[in-house]
């Protein structure tokens, strides 16, 4: 069952991420994503992550994701087309590290094969998340609230229209 | 239980199509989601290894991603729109200077 659920949510983000890689508007590669982001938080479900799961929804689907749909529909974005090619050699690079990459996937998964791997159910719960964000980690959580300010003047001071 | 090793796979998949992502693509926006995709492979990772280890610290880490990722697109976006006022384009070889 788990290993079920597991391949359908692998299938459906890797699936989903390969459209926001193939498709050429912008606003179906943002829908893509979207779809990528409900099967990861089918994968935190499964590993226990239940608070990081809500987050992910609200945050990441509800607010960032919708950030994006509304500036590409308030640029009325074109689909791109197809570009020219300046310098063809550089697409011969993509060989070896391709080769590279791979290498290095079946090495990570040769190396956690062996480890054991103990069930994670019981952590993640929100409670502990919050009781770990409030004590531990309230120095930087503080700290995030600084940046989310300084993003958000950021954002007004750049988009700003300039009056003359 | 399911390996530890296939949610590894699975997260370096994503990170490489999502890196592919934001190599191969010249429109800025589509440049933005291919960053989110491999931040959300980097995320599966970091929770992966914070439920097999029982170890919080993952998951608060990704509490931090998550908010890191919101001000990153706030202003990422911000500076899309900048770009798309004053060059009528999203094409980033088109942007070359950073004055505008």
């Not at chain 1, 608070?51 to 640029?75: K, P, R, S, T």
């Not at chain 1, 791979?102 to 952590?123: C, D, K, Q, W």
């Not at chain 2, 995320?43 to 998550?66: D, K, W």
Request: charged share 15%; glycine share 6%.
């Amino acid at each position: 069952m788990e290993r079920a659920l597991f391949l359908i949510f692998a299938v459906t983000a890797i699936g989903a991420a390969l459209n926001v890689l193939l498709r050429r508007h912008p606003l179906h590669s943002a829908l893509a994503l979207l779809v990528m982001l409900g099967a990861l938080t089918g994968f935190y479900v499964l590993l226990g992550a239940y608070f990081l799961a809500v987050i992910q929804v609200v945050i990441y689907a509800g607010a960032i994701l919708v950030l994006f749909l509304f500036v590409i529909m308030l640029l009325n974005v074109r689909a791109e087309e197809a570009r020219i090619e300046r310098r063809p050699y550089v697409r011969w690079l993509a060989v070896p590290f391709a080769a590279l990459l791979g290498a290095e996937i079946i090495y990570l998964v040769r190396v956690f094969e062996e480890n054991p791997s103990p069930s994670g159910t019981s952590v993640g719960v929100t409670e502990a998340v919050g009781r770990e964000l409030l004590t531990t980690y309230l120095l930087p959580f503080e700290l995030t609230s600084i940046l989310i300010l300084i993003a958000v003047l950021g954002a007004v001071v750049l988009a700003r229209r300039e009056r003359r | 239980m399911i390996p530890i090793s296939w949610y590894l796979a699975v997260a370096a998949v994503l990170f490489t199509i999502g890196t592919v992502t934001v190599f191969v693509k010249r429109n800025a926006i589509a440049m933005l989601l291919g960053i989110e995709v491999m931040l959300n492979a980097a995320n599966l990772t970091l929770v992966t290894f914070s439920s097999y280890f029982r170890e919080l610290a993952g998951q608060i880490m990704v509490f931090f991603v998550m908010v890191v990722a919101a001000a990153e697109a706030a202003v990422g976006l911000a500076i899309v729109i900048l770009l798309f006022r004053h060059r009528e384009t999203l094409n980033v070889d088109e942007a070359q200077a950073l004055r505008l």
